[in-house]
């Protein structure tokens, strides 16, 4: 004899079920930076830029999302210095300065130039690679950022108080950290398996040490040292004040 369910019920679980699978809580914790030279972390306790993601086990990565990434050239920065995105997102470079740009990366990550492009204007790129992608501008050695590929949408970035939080669907995760003044060796070290089951979850505070990481002058677009600092001053052809 087949027993079946009334409809509605049925209807009822599926809706249970649908819910239950799609149910989050928050993560959050606190992240304290350790032996470091910097007077922004010594002296004011500046513990902003370091990047806490969680990879669900046995997933598939997700698509990438539509909505483009933006990094800012403004004041001779960049801006955000740290830009964790989604593998497959594109990030748009626009140029709010008065003077030309040249966003490149030949370290480690994925290679890109976008070339010597004028105010007022963008250029794009596709990060496809999972990886630390070093972001540099080939006129001005100064300026610099890190753009970091990763195969989950569940990242967040610390505030200067080293506090995050972000909101997960309930699943089993491996937690990592990133800290571009910190070794791999390091950062490996503070990987943790992170349960999430509908109720909120209060990480342990993490430490992350910068003792041993050494971060050398970077080189330009084509294996040299930077010339002279450029006059930007001076007008480049079809630009005016």
């Keep these: 004899m087949t027993w079946r369910l009334p409809t509605f019920f049925r209807r ?46 046995g997933q598939p990565s997700p698509p990438p999302p539509a909505k483009h990434a933006v990094m800012l050239q403004k004041g001779k920065m960049f801006s955000p210095h740290i830009l964790p995105i ?22 480690n990550g994925q290679i890109f130039d976008v070339g010597l492009y004028p105010p007022g204007t963008s250029r794009s790129v596709r990060f496809a690679r999972p990886g630390v992608v070093r972001v540099f501008c080939n ?15 569940w990242f967040t970035t610390t505030s200067a108080r080293g506090a995050f939080e972000f909101d997960v669907p309930d699943g089993v995760y491996d937690l990592a950290v990133f ?3 910190a070794t791999e060796q390091t950062l490996q070290l503070l ?12 990480l342990e505070p993490i430490q992350v040490s910068e003792a041993g990481a050494l971060i050398a002058p970077h ?10 600092a450029p006059d930007d001053q001076t007008l480049y052809p079809g630009v005016r004040n």
Excluded at 192 to 202: D, F
């Design 179 to 181: 800290h571009e003044r």
């Design 219 to 228: 080189k330009n677009k084509y294996g040299g040292d930077y010339g002279t």
């Design 86 to 107: 989604l593998a497959g997102t594109v990030v748009d470079f626009p140029n709010a300065d008065p003077i030309f740009h040249n966003a490149f990366s030949r370290y």
């Design 139 to 153: 006129i001005h050695p100064s300026m610099s950022s890190v753009i970091l590929v990763l195969t989950t949408p």
């Design 12 to 57: 009822w679980l599926c809706v249970f079920s649908v819910a239950l699978s799609l149910r989050a809580a928050t993560v959050s914790g606190v992240v304290e930076l350790r032996n470091s030279r910097l007077e922004a972390v010594t002296k004011r306790k500046d513990y902003s830029g370091v990047v806490i993601s969680l990879q669900p086990v």
């Design 191 to 202: 990987t943790r398996r992170v349960i999430v089951a509908g109720q909120p979850v209060r």
